[in-house]
């Protein structure tokens, strides 16, 4: 996680020697200082009060720090909410795939929410092709080799990010249509990662 408390229930990023707690269950912390990730907190033994956390990735300490500390690391109910952006809109980050189950209780948990899939892992299988409407809209469609079939389950808005190195497009693909059969494929817009981030989460945290 990005953030602990201190005794006071002040908000700590990590740092080396730092004490810190988790928010959630107040177990002690460990700070995370290397040199590859980004530092952030862990719970000791690989356990983490929260189910549903995972890992922290690059990616997911990446899109917290564009969010401002007060709308990271939520706590809703028994859950951490990964961001809070604007309307009050729970920002779920997902990096590795998560079953159907797991998709609907969370958005059942959270109901205001949206998904932000890492879609790192699994974009050299998809071709995406570039599109125009007869009214003149740009859009992209898309065809999946060896899909991720959990993120047929979802039913809230999801959004990928592409990152950087696509090679066909850059920036987040707003998913307007995900077809299973016959072959995996779908279409949506490709949309800027600053002014994605503007709408979602507002005000830029940090340089």
Known sequence: MLYAVDRSSSRLTASPQMEGYCPQCRELLIPKCGTIVCWHWAHHARFDCDPWSEPESD???YWKNRAMPAQCEVQIGNHRADIVGRKNTVIELQHSSISPGEIAK???HYGN???LIDASAFIDNVSLRHKTSRWGREYWTFRWRHPRMSLFAMKKA??????PDCLEAAGILHVKGLHELPNASGWGYIIDPERWAEHWIGEKCGP
């Open 59 to 61: 990616w997911h300490l």
């Open 158 to 163: 999801q959004y990928w990010d592409l990152g």
């Open 106 to 108: 969370r958005e059942e």
């Open 113 to 115: 929410m949206i998904w």
